[in-house]
Nanobody, 126 residues
Framework: QVQLVESGGGLVQPGGSLRLSCAAS????????IGWFRQAPGKEREGVSC????????YYEDSVKGRFTISRDNSKATAYLQMNSLKPEDTAVYYC???????????????????WGQGTQVTVSS
């Protein structure tokens, strides 16, 4: 069965960096769009970034543009989210998700994704 496993979360000071990984099994990552989402306590899950399967085009939520970078290594069946210049407001549980169908402008809609990981906690605090 399909499984997505996130790792790399933790506690970091403001201004620090983390790299999240999303290891996929049970699917061929090449054919899937990968999204990263986050959910803070009391808030809805929001799309952070996405990388498309067709051409590796990338998209970012406005608040993370210039700080976060999404990438993928299909040979390792793993996607990544490099997070730099972290802020306290980035604190959340981060999830990766996979979807084979074309997403277009709906990349940030959680309901469009078929497969989800269990999440990894990111806490930005001094």
């Amino acid at each position: 069965q399909v499984q997505l496993v996130e790792s790399g979360g933790g506690l970091v000071q403001p201004g620090g960096s983390l790299r999240l990984s999303c290891a996929a099994s049970g699917l061929t990552l090449d054919f899937y769009n990968i999204g990263w989402f986050r959910q803070a306590p009391g808030k809805e899950r929001e799309g952070v970034s996405c990388i498309f399967s067709t051409d590796d085009s990338t998209y970012y939520e406005d608040s993370v543009k210039g700080r976060f970078t999404i990438s993928r290594d299909n040979s390792k069946a793993t996607a990544y989210l490099q997070m730099n210049s972290l802020k306290p407001e980035d604190t959340a549980v981060y999830y990766c998700a996979a979807e084979a169908l074309y997403l277009g402008s709906s990349w940030s809609d959680p309901s469009k994704y078929d497969y989800w990981g269990q999440g990894t906690q990111v806490t930005v605090s001094s």
